[in-house]
């Protein structure tokens, strides 16, 4: 079935130091893969998002990678920063549904 | 502006009663989606409802679960007989609606059944 997945359920990270965050989906059909930030006692933030005509993009601090070859996504934050702990989530959009399609999580700790 | 907003924002209720989750959506957005999230888990989904189309109720877990959106606007979320399983977070997002996939998150209700 449709699945979106995570390497690392947990990732801990000095503080100032680059942070990568991985993800694998399984759903071909998905054009267009999101990030969310999850703080503790809070809703989804989104953070950013990409769809399959392209590679890379770039946020303030982030940048999410998409590689439809090998079905893989990947969020980048740059001098990760103590508020950037949080669980992340990618979800795709499994083709042309309006619904999406969440992965597990992974809980970043931003060590000072 | 307003984003979305859910009550109660705490819910404890004893085991056999029935729930009822509110959520309001950001005005103007005609997607409206309900998830759960149990302690250090992913998010469930639920239910979808898009404009006045028939809602998408495939991720509903049982028949005592079930949910409404009135005017296109509000939605509530009905839990009949509670169980403990049952206790989480249900999360409420609104989005733009058709192709626009990015949804806004509302804080959730925590429900405890006792």
């Known amino acids: 079935g449709e699945s979106v997945g995570l390497h690392l359920p947990t990732l801990s990270v000095q503080e100032g130091d680059n942070s990568i965050i991985n993800c694998a989906y399984s759903?071909?059909?998905?054009?267009?893969f999101i990030w969310y930030k999850q703080e503790s006692g809070k809703g989804p933030q989104f953070i950013i998002d990409?769809?399959?005509?392209?590679d890379k993009r770039q946020g303030q601090r982030v940048t999410v990678l998409l590689n439809k070859t090998v079905k893989h996504l990947s969020l980048q934050i740059a001098a990760t920063q103590p508020g950037d702990s949080a669980v992340y989530f990618c979800?795709?959009?499994?083709?042309?549904?309006?619904?999406?399609?969440f992965g597990t999580g992974t809980l970043l700790a931003v060590q000072p | 502006g307003a984003g979305v907003s859910q009550s109660p924002s705490n819910k404890v209720t004893e085991k056999g009663k029935d729930v009822e989750l509110r959520c309001d959506p950001i005005?103007?957005?005609?997607?409206l989606y309900w998830y759960r999230q149990s302690l250090g888990q992913g998010l469930e989904f639920l239910i979808y409802?898009?404009?006045?189309?028939?809602?998408?109720k495939s991720g509903l877990p049982s028949d005592r679960f079930s949910a409404e959106r009135t005017g296109g606007s509000v939605s509530t979320l009905t839990i009949q007989r509670t169980q403990q399983e049952d206790s989480a977070v249900y999360l409420c997002?609104?989005?733009?609606?058709?192709?626009?996939?990015?949804?806004?998150f509302g804080p959730g209700t925590r429900l405890t059944v006792t």
């Open positions: 759903n071909s059909a998905s054009d267009y």
């Open positions: 990409i769809r399959s005509n392209m």
């Open positions: 409802f898009q404009g006045n189309s028939a809602p998408d």
């Open positions: 005005s103007g957005h005609t997607a």
């Open positions: 997002a609104s989005s733009q609606g058709q192709g626009a996939y990015e949804q806004y």
């Open positions: 979800a795709e959009n499994g083709g042309a549904t309006n619904k999406l399609i």
